[in-house]
């Protein structure tokens, strides 16, 4: 059965360094997404990506952020310069050519420690 | 703006009975979808149930059904016949029709004793 996977599943960094959180989506879906879990609060979305272009990101995704699809299949998430408050799970997900209302495919996250 | 409350952070049921998982949300709106995910410990989430606010009758999927009262803006899950497996953490989640941004609540963890 196809999935999303993500790479690291755990990644330590210090702060004020760049990390690269890298997705691969299900190959047939067009929809892209990443969201984000502080420890013991709620899943947070962060950014929908689409036809190569963002189509909607809330105010967590500022200017220290971004996405990219570099090569077709892989669909990445770029923290410039990490704060302790960055430290989370950070989920991919995907969904076919209905957008969210369809279903979303979720990768098992991956895990930042900011020090 | 949009909110959902999940107010059971934890359940317990014994196999084979059935559970019921409570889900608010706030919005103006008249047009979105609700979802349920399930996350097992260390994997991913996957989709349970959807519900489509427009339709007036519960989605259900085999033992899985949801009671959708509209006016009320509650959404809540029923688990039938609990199984080993359904032991998990439980989502209620909320988008707007016009949104790509599914709003989750906190996460309700059930236990499925055997």
């Known amino acids: 059965e196809p999935e999303v996977t993500q790479t690291p599943s755990h990644q330590v960094t210090q702060m004020g360094q760049e990390v690269i959180l890298r997705c691969v989506p299900i190959?047939?879906?067009?929809?892209f997404y990443w969201y984000r879990q502080i420890l013991g609060q709620k899943v947070e979305f962060l950014v929908s990506f689409y036809n190569n272009e963002i189509s909607e990101k809330s105010e967590i995704f500022d200017d220290q952020f971004s996405v990219e699809r570099p090569d077709g299949s892989n669909f990445t998430l770029k923290i410039r310069s990490t704060k302790l408050e960055d430290s989370a799970m950070y989920f991919c997900?995907?969904?076919?050519?209905?957008?969210?209302?369809?279903?979303?495919?979720f990768g098992e996250g991956s895990r930042l420690t900011v020090l | 703006a949009q909110t959902v409350t999940q107010s059971q952070p934890e359940m317990s049921v014994q196999e084979a009975e059935t559970v019921t998982l409570s889900c608010t949300y706030d919005?103006?709106?008249?047009?979105?979808?609700l979802f349920w995910y399930k996350q097992p410990p260390s994997r991913q989430m996957i989709l349970v149930i959807r519900?489509?606010?427009?339709?007036?009758q519960n989605a259900t999927e085999n033992r899985f059904s949801v009671n959708f009262q509209k006016a009320a803006k509650s959404f809540s899950l029923k688990i039938s016949d609990s199984q080993l497996g359904d032991t998990a953490m439980y989502f209620c989640?909320?988008?707007?029709?016009?949104?790509?941004?599914?709003?989750f609540g906190s996460g309700t963890r059930l236990l499925v004793r055997p």
């Open positions: 519900q489509e606010a427009y339709k007036q």
């Open positions: 190959s047939n879906h067009l929809y």
């Open positions: 919005t103006s709106e008249n047009n979105y979808y």
């Open positions: 989640a909320f988008v707007m029709d016009s949104s790509y941004k599914l709003i």
């Open positions: 997900a995907s969904s076919e050519s209905s957008g969210v209302v369809g279903e979303l495919f």
